[in-house]
């Protein structure tokens, strides 16, 4: 069977091969119908383009990179959903690569991944957008890099991320309205920002409602689900027990769920816990978890398509976003006993 080529579909099509790349690279200069008939040629013809060849063409290896270090599996994967979305959109490929480096070692870390695998462009997933000293190694290889769930903004590269101090804010505003005054708070791991930004909302939230913050009901936790354990042992053990627990991310929160129910509490009724980014276990423990739902994937899938789109034509302007959480009420939250 002969192979089906760029040249074959364009002759089919009655377009030049240039348009055919066009419209294979997703570029913006196509019109609609010109687009559709294209595509429907590729269809027709079972068209699959040749990476290597398409590469070769364009000086390109048409692979986004996508760098994390994460303690949480379902943040990661869900990371992959929106990044592996996006590339498939615009025919790339997504390099995974986790990275436990810190400081001269993620840098060299992070130039030997460049060199051997001629990555396109790079995703910083939390906590590497906020790394200076990353940030500024891409700059001054001229690497174009997006940044998701990242605290910089005013700088000149691709950003989306989510307000996660408003959304802390409303999660222990919702425990507040239930009559909660001594709301207990695990951090999660110290280098990522939303960290610093989650605990900013918690805090005024109380400050908000005139409730005295005290130090002794902050723990500090990691992000993982071990983390939320060893929290909460600290957290039941105190006297008099607070009353509600929010936990900054959902896995702790969950931690948090088990040892109260192993100590025989009753989860609201004894004590209420919350916690954040409406990960899949906050839907499938009992009593279904209150959180925030962060929008993870949309998150990830906007920041590759803009980095997709700016190795694509540059934009002279970088494209940068706030998207909104939202407040999920769940079981496990409710009015508090008097």
Known sequence: MKKVTINSVASHAGVSKKTVSRVLNNEPNVSAATREKVLAVFKELDYTPNPIARGLAQNRSFIIGCLYDNPSKSYITRVQTGALAACQENNYNLLIHPCECRGE????????????????????????????????????????????????????????????????????????????????????????SATQQRFKGYRRALADHNIEFDERLVEEGNFSYHSGVDSARSILDLS???????????????????????????????????????????????????????????????????????????????????????????????????
């Open 105 to 192: 070692a993620l840098i060299s870390n992070v130039e030997q991944l460049l060199q051997t695998s001629r990555l396109d462009g790079i995703v910083l997933t939390p906590p590497f957008g906020d790394f200076p000293e990353l940030v500024e190694f891409l700059t001054a290889k001229k690497v174009p890099f997006a940044r998701v769930a990242s605290a910089i903004l005013q700088d000149e590269s691709i950003s989306v991320r989510s307000n996660d101090e408003q959304g802390a804010f409303e999660i222990t505003e919702h425990l507040i309205s239930l009559g909660h005054k001594s709301i207990a708070f695990i951090k999660g791991h110290p280098d990522h």
């Open 240 to 338: 008099p027990r607070p009353t509600a627990v929010f936990a900054s991310n959902d896995y702790m929160a969950a931690a948090v769920l088990k040892l109260a129910t192993q100590r025989q509490l009753r989860v609201p009724d004894d004590i209420s816990i919350a916690g954040f980014d409406n990960a899949p276990i906050a839907r499938h423990i009992w009593p279904g978890l209150t959180t925030i739902a962060q929008p993870v994937e949309e998150m990830t899938k906007l920041a590759v398509t803009q980095l997709i789109n700016h190795i694509t034509e540059p934009q002279e302007q970088p494209f940068q976003i706030t998207l909104e959480s939202r407040l999920i009420t769940r079981e496990s939250t409710a009015r508090v006993n008097q």
